[in-house]
């Protein structure tokens, strides 16, 4: 009897081991501060370790780069199962709900401040924006200033940047503190982050307006997207990102993202 018992003890132990952990699949881009990196020093690591502490999980990361066809080649492909920042009204994904509204801010060196898209002094000044493709019409804030006449004085720089440094996107923000541009036009969390780090101190102003008739939105609510068919994880991120807002937004501060 004393056997059997020490035998069933043994097999209960090796049953438990052989059971493996459970494991937070994050899609994620491995050159894209301050979202992510593959040193895990982006906010969206950090925030994907407090979610997988509260899951009693550990992270596994599928590395992609975010570019068109992203979700497409990760989540949507079975290789990972959540993917930590998209606007939260994304068509590709099932969204939780938000845990941060975000704006595009004007980033400007002292001496001149901009606060909304009307401003005249935009006409006067060297502008630079973001460009997704090889036109200013697929960027919203290029957009707005063609509608208003201000395109002679716009420079592009590519939202994807040179992908063989550190940070890609940052570059607008460098060419303020360079002086090459005056102002730019930036994604609040990036322009946050990126302008800590500059030689010189940066102004950071939340774009006016909001949304710019007749609809193109200058705010979006950030959340963490799943699969559309993927309703119970869905479910226990809300839960998890309810109880650790707090957290969340004192990372969010760290990383310096302005939220509206």
């Given at each position: 009897?004393?056997?059997?018992?020490?035998?069933?003890?043994?097999?209960?132990?090796?049953?438990?081991?052989?059971?493996?952990?459970?494991?937070?699949?994050?899609?994620?881009?491995?050159?894209?501060?301050?979202?992510?990196?593959?040193?895990?020093?982006?906010?969206?690591?950090?925030?994907?370790?407090?979610?997988?502490?509260?899951?009693?999980?550990?992270?596994?990361?599928?590395?992609?780069?975010?570019?068109?066809?992203?979700?497409?080649?990760?989540?949507?492909?079975?290789?990972?199962?959540?993917?930590?920042?998209?606007?939260?009204?994304?068509?590709?994904?099932?969204?939780?709900?938000?845990?941060?509204?975000?704006?595009?801010?004007?980033?400007?060196?002292?001496?001149?401040?901009?606060?909304?898209?009307?401003?005249?002094?935009?006409r006067l000044?060297?502008?630079?924006?973001?460009?997704?493709?090889?036109?200013?019409?697929?960027?919203?804030?290029?957009?707005?200033?063609?509608?208003?006449?201000?395109?002679?004085?716009?420079?592009?720089?590519?939202?994807?940047?040179?992908?063989?440094?550190?940070?890609?996107?940052?570059?607008?923000?460098?060419?303020?503190?360079?002086?090459?541009?005056?102002?730019?036009?930036?994604?609040?969390?990036?322009a946050g982050?990126?302008?800590?780090?500059?030689?010189?101190?940066?102004?950071?102003?939340?774009?006016?307006?909001?949304?710019?008739?007749?609809?193109?939105?200058?705010?979006?609510?950030?959340?963490?997207?799943?699969?559309?068919?993927?309703?119970?994880?869905?479910?226990?991120?809300?839960?998890?990102?309810?109880?650790?807002?707090?957290?969340?937004?004192?990372l969010l501060?760290?990383?310096?993202?302005?939220?509206?």
């Amino acid at each position: 009897m004393k056997t059997l018992l020490i035998v069933l003890v043994l097999l209960a132990g090796l049953l438990a081991a052989s059971v493996p952990g459970r494991v937070l699949r994050v899609c994620s881009d491995p050159n894209n501060l301050p979202f992510s990196n593959q040193r895990l020093e982006g906010f969206e690591n950090r925030l994907a370790e407090l979610v997988a502490r509260d899951m009693e999980a550990e992270v596994s990361y599928t590395w992609w780069a975010q570019r068109r066809g992203f979700l497409r080649g990760t989540l949507n492909a079975g290789e990972c199962d959540v993917v930590m920042g998209i606007p939260a009204s994304y068509e590709l994904a099932l969204a939780t709900r938000p845990y941060y509204r975000s704006s595009y801010v004007f980033v400007t060196r002292p001496g001149l401040t901009v606060r909304s898209f009307d401003d005249p002094v935009l006409r006067l000044v060297r502008v630079g924006v973001q460009l997704v493709g090889d036109d200013y019409a697929n960027a919203p804030p290029a957009h707005a200033l063609a509608a208003r006449g201000v395109v002679g004085n716009v420079h592009g720089y590519s939202v994807y940047g040179d992908y063989r440094r550190e940070s890609p996107p940052s570059t607008v923000v460098e060419a303020v503190a360079r002086g090459e541009v005056d102002v730019a036009v930036v994604w609040g969390p990036l322009a946050g982050w990126a302008a800590q780090r500059q030689p010189i101190p940066l102004e950071i102003v939340p774009v006016s307006p909001q949304i710019d008739l007749p609809f193109l939105p200058f705010v979006f609510d950030i959340s963490m997207g799943v699969r559309r068919s993927d309703t119970a994880l869905k479910e226990e991120l809300d839960a998890i990102l309810e109880r650790r807002q707090p957290e969340i937004d004192a990372l969010l501060d760290e990383y310096g993202v302005p939220r509206v």
